[in-house]
Structure formats: structure tokens, C-alpha cells
């Protein structure tokens, strides 16, 4: 039912903007708002639902973070305590250092995604449609389940790592309770489950590449290799950009897998926590829900200046056809 | 602190994976509940229409439960009880009662631990339960001291006891046997414990099997124990100041640093990966404290081979925490006088009984828990019974979550030995003392 009035819609809107133009100034304000009627009704599902789910939370985040929030509820304004409290915790540059970490090694699958995709997408190749799936599968299993299988291929003494490792008589480490180790083994499982959903972007960004360039180029008797890195690449710098920047948020949002790899009572927790683990700690088992809001400002701002920062340099690099 | 947080609850993150934007949903205002002394409790008209909702967390206890709702209803027919399981355990049934309780939906009665029962009683959001007592409906002598004790706040009665559970000693005889190590005995010392252990330690060297380990990942059946054992204590009688930082404490706490640093026990980072309790189904450990509630796994696991002795005795005495859950019904309970006859029937001997049938806990109700004794009838299980009898309720205050969060954090490193034990003691026992001072 809906369908046949967005085409009677816009069809109208249309009429108004191209064949029937209206010279007034009082006029154009009239009509600019038939135009806006149409769309706003659709959109406003969408609207409502994250007007109500996320951004009336974030300003009411915003305002707890200005206050001390009582178990129960009964939040007490009290200024810029929760801030300054946070400025004195040093748990919280460490875990921006760890979270930068994790982010850093989580980036690296972009590269891996990039030589993975022009791989399957390669004319001819068999059963592309059947890699894609299986690098995706790891996208769609809920964190938790890979966090549980991961937990146990990294445990120390029964786990396939270790006893692989022994094979060349090497005595592996205590992967997830090592300091160090630690945040390299949850950041290779994120590397890893991030994977699917970078190659699946890429793969779109690669068929989008007109192939007259690479027949051009094969002509004028460029290698595959320097097809990859003069076509390939700087034409697929807008979905790189976009899987960067999704990378970096899902990297600063890191839990569930820290969460269900780590367990609590480990010695590495102090290297290997993230912002927003810190954040889960405070207001779900230390009941301390205004320091919390806090963190999750802060969470917020170190994502938004990071993406705006990725907004300015990408005039550098990514090339728009 | 009990069956619960042995296991990990892999749903409480989804509350907290929404992270920025599910805080704000749990805001509103605490119920206002008095601390008013209570009239008896009278038993209401046998007629009385209600429908209770009853809320817990376990759902192997849920057809026990329903057994008991039919019991009950044969007293009370037109009390309509629903049983609503939330079947995480730990954390989640947690964040979902605290936002209940934020706005005023609490159930008519709902499952209570030792954690949380200073938090909600000095929040008001429970009602109290002495008229119960003094109307004769329940009698606290019914239940173990401790846990009467646990649930008594200020001298106000909360939470009529269901369970219970403590720490014994569990070995596997054939490890002992092929060791030829003698067993161990109730009359055990800690000295008789860590010789025991070296010798087990050393026998099965390279086999990947140890003597003696606990699960360091929390106090209830470890350290608790043995700070309690060497005189120190968790937590003052009024919740207000810390014990970690007194002598008997830290001894408490070396026992465990020791058996690591001799190799008797595993490493710290070893038991992360592998909690005591798998290496001990699993054959790789002869000794552990453990739980009255792994009685069944180590029992399928081990079967004949297993064995229980009371805990050894350390420079004081040989003492357990004791923890048990109750029932407790909120402050604003929309009808009171049916959510107090169901919790009365709760705490009664006859729930007692179906409880104790099913094999999964330990009553409260002092004399029902024989059913529970024999489910195992080669190994003694009345130790655990024989400890509850003097054992020390379990540490809380009214945000425990807070320094049992700083437990984790800090006391890996004294375990690991990265930090000398007495550091990391008299450290814990400042922060802690810090986050009690929030409290109040």
C-alpha cells in the first residue's frame, strides 16, 4: 500500500520543482515544504526510533554524567566531580592505550581484506561466491560464542595453540592471562572476526573498478602486481576508507570478547582492558552509574575526534572516481 | 559467593554491549519502604485471591519450585503463583531486579543474595519480615545463625533462608593411591595439606597433575576460608572497615601464595584458564576447596574416587563461609499479606523437604537436609553440614560488588607473586576502605 503513494508523491513533488516552477519567493517556501511532507513521513519510523534510543539517552547520558546516580535512581547534580575524578584514574589512559592497541592490530585486516578480495574477485575464479561465505560466517557468530571457542584454543595447557607450538619444542605462553599476550590474542580474534565484513565491502568497492583499466593496462604491459597497487588499490580507497572508519569505532566500543575471553580475577586485566569494559565495570557491578556516563562521554568524544580527524586526512588519499 | 558466579553469565554483557545508550534506561525513583516496627503477622483467610510473581534464577530449581507452588496452593487455592525464571545467572537476573526496583515493578517475591541484601534493605526496597517471625509463621531457629544473620540488617529480619552452601575438601583417592600418599583426614592441618600436596606435586611432575589448588577467581572456596582460618577476617561485623589488611588475613592469603610458589598448586595464570574445579573433574588436580554445590559434577566426574573430608585446620581453627540465598518480598509489595503467606510457606519444613529431594541444593531448614546427604552415599557429605554449624557468614557490605571487584583486580598479583602478598593486602584493604566510606 505504501509503495503506490511514494510514487504518487514524489511524482507531484517533481511536478512542482521541474514543470511547474513558482517565480515568488513565498511561493518557493510553500512548495519546498509539499517537498518535504512525503520523505519526513517515511523517515519518520526511523526518526522516532533513534530520537527515542539513542539520542534523547545520549543527552540524558550527558547530563548524568554530571551527577552521582544512585543505585535506585535519585541522581544528585554534582558538577564536574565524575570528570575530574577521571582525570586522577590512571586505569583510564592505560586502557585508551590498550583500546589504541587493539584498534591498531584490528586495522590490519583491512590490508589482509584488500589482497583477500582482489584474490576472490579475480576473473575465473572458482567457488568465490562459497570464500566469501566462509569469511563472513566469523562476522555473523555472536562474540560471545567466538570469545568461548577462542577462550579455549588459547588456554595455556590444553589448548591446539600451545600443543602445535610444542610440536617445535616450544613452550607457548598463557595467551589470555599474560600481560601483553593477552591483548594480542583478543585483538587477533577481533582482526579475525572483522574480516568477513571488510571483504565483503571491498569485494563490492573491487567490482565497482571498470575493467577497461586493467585490459588498458595489461596492453601497455603492466605486471598483476603493478595492476594491484596502480589500479586495484587507489581506485578502492573509498570502501577503504569506509571499513576504516569502521574499524576504528567498533575498536574503541571493544567488550563482549574481552569480557567472555578473560574472565574475571586475570592479571592481565590491567593491560588488556578497554574504555568501555572500564565503563561496564563501574555502572553494572560497581553501581556507580554517574562515573560511568562519564566514561561513556568520554568514549563518545575519543570516537567523534578520531572520525573527524579520518574525515580531514581522507582529502590526501582516498580518490573518488 | 555461590553456584552462580562459578559459571559465567554470557547474557549480562548485552545489557552493557548497548553501552552508552542503555544507561540511561534505568533512571526514576527508589521506593520509599519504612523501617517501622511490624505487627505479627497473622495467616490470611484461606480463600484469599492473588497473583504472585515469583522471580529466580536457576532453572535446574525450577520444578522444585513448582512442586512447592503446589503445595502451597493446596493451603492457599486462589493464590495464582508464576514462576519467572531469568536464566542467566549472576549479573543478569541483577541488572534486571535493579531496574525493576528503579521503577516500582519489583516482583511479589523474588530470590535474594548475600551481595545484594545490605544494598536493597538500606535502599528500602524490601519489606521487613519480623512480623513473620514474631506472628510465629517463620522460626529463625529453623535456619543456620550465619545465615539468620545475613539476612538481618540493622536488627531488621529481610529474607527467610532457602539454601545453603559451603567449602569442604574434595580429593581423588586414585591420584592419592598411585601416589601411595596417604588420604586425607577431617583432622587435616594446612602443614598436613602442603606436605600431602609436594609429595602428589612432585610424583606426577611433567604429568600435568597437582596437588592442591582453589579458585583463586573469588573468594567463597579459597581464600575466604583461610584468612577466616588464620584468625583475619574479610570484613568488620558492621560492614564499615576492612580486614584484609590484618595479620591473620595475609597469612590466610600466603597459604595460597605459597602452594603456588612450591609448585603444589598451578600458577595463577594456569587456574585462569582452567578453573580448579575442571582440573579436578578432569583428573589434573588431587586436592581442591570447593563448594557444596560441585558435590554432583565431581561426583559423575570422579565417582568412586572422590572424596570429602572437612576442611584443614589452619593456625586457628577450621572454618567455611557460609552463603545461602533467601526469599524476600519487596517494600511496596502490591499484596502483602499473600506474598508473606507464600514466603512463610517457603521457609517452611515442607518446601524444605521438596528441595532436599531434588538433590541440587542444601535446605536451609535445619534437620530437612538428610535426602541431601544421602544423594551421595559414598563419600560423607554431612561435612558440609557439620561446617555450616559455626562457619562465618559471607563478607558483605552494602555495595560488595564494589571491593569484591577490587579483590579481582589486585589480588592476581600477590597470587602471581609479581607483588609481595602483605602489599597488595594492606593496598586492597585501603581501596576497599575507601569504596566502604562511599557508601554511607
Redesign the interface.
Known amino acids: 500500500m505504501k509503495a503506490p503513494v511514494l510514487t504518487a508523491g514524489t511524482e507531484t513533488s517533481r511536478d512542482h520543482a521541474t514543470k511547474a516552477p513558482l517565480p515568488s519567493a513565498a511561493r518557493r517556501k510553500g512548495k519546498s515544504k509539499s517537498d518535504g511532507f512525503w520523505p519526513w513521513l517515511f523517515v519518520v519510523p526511523t526518526v522516532v526510533g533513534i530520537g527515542v ?2 539520542l ?3 543527552v ?2 550527558f547530563y ?1 554524567s554530571f551527577t552521582k546516580w ?6 544528585k547534580f554534582i558538577g564536574l566531580d565524575n570528570y575530574t575524578r577521571m582525570l586522577a584514574d590512571s586505569s583510564i589512559p592505560q586502557s585508551i592505550l590498550n583500546t589504541l592497541i587493539y584498534t591498531a592490530i584490528v586495522l590490519l585486516g583491512i590490508p589482509a581484506a584488500v589482497i583477500l578480495a582482489s584474490l576472490i574477485e579475480r576473473p575465473g575464479m572458482r567457488f568465490a561466491s562459497l570464500y566469501r561465505t566462509l569469511y563472513f560466517i566469523p562476522y555473523v557468530t555472536m562474540p ?1 560464542a567466538v570469545g568461548i571457542v577462542w577462550r579455549l584454543i ?6 591446539p595453540i600451545n600443543w602445535f607450538l610444542s610440536l617445535f619444542g616450544i613452550h607457548g605462553p ?1 595467551w ?3 600481560p601483553g599476550f593477552a591483548l594480542l590474542a583478543v585483538a587477533t580474534v577481533g582482526l579475525w572476526m572483522s574480516l568477513g565484513f571488510n571483504l565483503l565491502i571491498i569485494s563490492a568497492g573491487l567490482r565497482e573498478i571498470p575493467r577497461e583499466l586493467f585490459e588498458a593496462a595489461e596492453m601497455d604491459g603492466a605486471s598483476r602486481i603493478r595492476q594491484f597497487f596502480s589500479i586495484t588499490v587507489p581506485l578502492l580507497t573509498p570502501s577503504i576508507f569506509f571499513v576504516t572508519i569502521v574499524t576504528v569505532i567498533s575498536g574503541f ?1 571493544l ?2 570478547l574481552l ?2 575471553m578473560m ?5 592481565a ?2 593491560q588488556t582492558q578497554s574504555l ?1 569494559y572500564i ?3 563501574q ?7 554517574g562515573y ?2 562519564a566514561i ?2 568520554l ?2 568524544a575519543i570516537i567523534a575526534l578520531l572520525t573527524a580527524f579520518q574525515f580531514r586526512i581522507q582529502k590526501r588519499w582516498v580518490n573518488y572516481v | 559467593m555461590n553456584h552462580n558466579l562459578n559459571r559465567r553469565s554470557f547474557l549480562s554483557f548485552a545489557a552493557a554491549s548497548a553501552a552508552v545508550v542503555s544507561l540511561a534506561a534505568c533512571g526514576g525513583n527508589g521506593a520509599a519502604g519504612s523501617n517501622a516496627a511490624q505487627a505479627a503477622y497473622a495467616a490470611p483467610a484461606k480463600d484469599l485471591s492473588a497473583e504472585l510473581n515469583y522471580a529466580i534464577w536457576d532453572a535446574a530449581q525450577k520444578p522444585a519450585m513448582q512442586k512447592i507452588v503446589a503445595e502451597f496452593n493446596k493451603q492457599y487455592p486462589n493464590i495464582k503463583v508464576t514462576i519467572d525464571v531469568t536464566p542467566s545467572k549472576g549479573s543478569a537476573y541483577w541488572t534486571k531486579i535493579q531496574t525493576q526496583a528503579s521503577s516500582n515493578t519489583l516482583p511479589d517475591v523474588f530470590w535474594m543474595n548475600g551481595p545484594h541484601i545490605k544494598l536493597y534493605a538500606q535502599n528500602n526496597q524490601l519489606m521487613p519480615l519480623d512480623g513473620l517471625a514474631s506472628g510465629k509463621a517463620v522460626d529463625k531457629a529453623s535456619y543456620p545463625k550465619a545465615l539468620v544473620d545475613l539476612y538481618t540488617v540493622n536488627g531488621t529480619f529481610y529474607g527467610v533462608p532457602k539454601d545453603f552452601d559451603t567449602s569442604a575438601l574434595f580429593y581423588n583417592k586414585a591420584l592419592f593411591k598411585d601416589a601411595g600418599v596417604a588420604e586425607p583426614t577431617s583432622s587435616w592441618t594446612w602443614d598436613d595439606v602442603k606436605s600431602a600436596g609436594a609429595k602428589l606435586s612432585k610424583f606426577y611432575q611433567g604429568k600435568g597433575i597437582y596437588g592442591y589448588a582453589g579458585d583463586l577467581t573469588g573468594g567463597q572456596t579459597s581464600y575466604y576460608n583461610t584468612m577466616l582460618e588464620a584468625g583475619g577476617t574479610i570484613i568488620s561485623a558492621d560492614g564499615k572497615k576492612s580486614g584484609y589488611d590484618s595479620p591473620g588475613s595475609i597469612a590466610g592469603l600466603q597459604f595460597w601464595r605459597d602452594l603456588i610458589e612450591s609448585g603444589v598448586s598451578p600458577s595463577m595464570q594456569q587456574l585462569t584458564d582452567t578453573s580448579s574445579s575442571d582440573m579436578f573433574t578432569s583428573k589434573k588436580l588431587a586436592m581442591t576447596m570447593d563448594g557444596s554445590w560441585t558435590v554432583g559434577p565431581a561426583h559423575t566426574a570422579l565417582g568412586a574416587d572422590l572424596g570429602i573430608v572437612s576442611l584443614p585446620k589452619g593456625p586457628n581453627s577450621n572454618q567455611s563461609v557460609i552463603h545461602g540465598l533467601a526469599n524476600v518480598i519487596p517494600a511496596n509489595a502490591k499484596n502483602p499479606a499473600a506474598a508473606q503467606a507464600f514466603v512463610a510457606f517457603l521457609g517452611s519444613q515442607d518446601a524444605a523437604r521438596i528441595q532436599a529431594e531434588t538433590g541440587t541444593v542444601i535446605p536451609a531448614f535445619n534437620g530437612t537436609q538428610d535426602a541431601w546427604v544421602k544423594s551421595v552415599p559414598s563419600v560423607d557429605l554431612g561435612v558440609f553440614l557439620d561446617l555450616a554449624k559455626d562457619a562465618s557468614p559471607y563478607p558483605v557490605s552494602a555495595n560488595t560488588a564494589a571491593w569484591n571487584e577490587l579483590e579481582n583486580s589486585l589480588l592476581p598479583q600477590a597470587f602471581a607473586g609479581t607483588k609481595p602478598v602483605a602489599d597488595v593486602a594492606k593496598d586492597l584493604a585501603s581501596q576497599m576502605n575507601s569504596a566502604l566510606a562511599k557508601e554511607s
Open positions: 534510543f539513542y534523547w539517552p545520549m540524558q547520558t548524568y544512585g543505585v535506585f535512581g535519585g541522581a560471545a588459547y588456554n595455556g595447557d590444553f589448548g598463557y589470555t592471562s599474560t566500543q567488550f563482549d569480557y567472555v574472565g574475571k580475577a586475570n592479571l586485566m590491567p568501555v565503563f561496564y565495570n555502572a553494572f557491578l560497581q553501581n556507580d552509574k560511568a556516563a561513556g562521554i568514549i563518545l
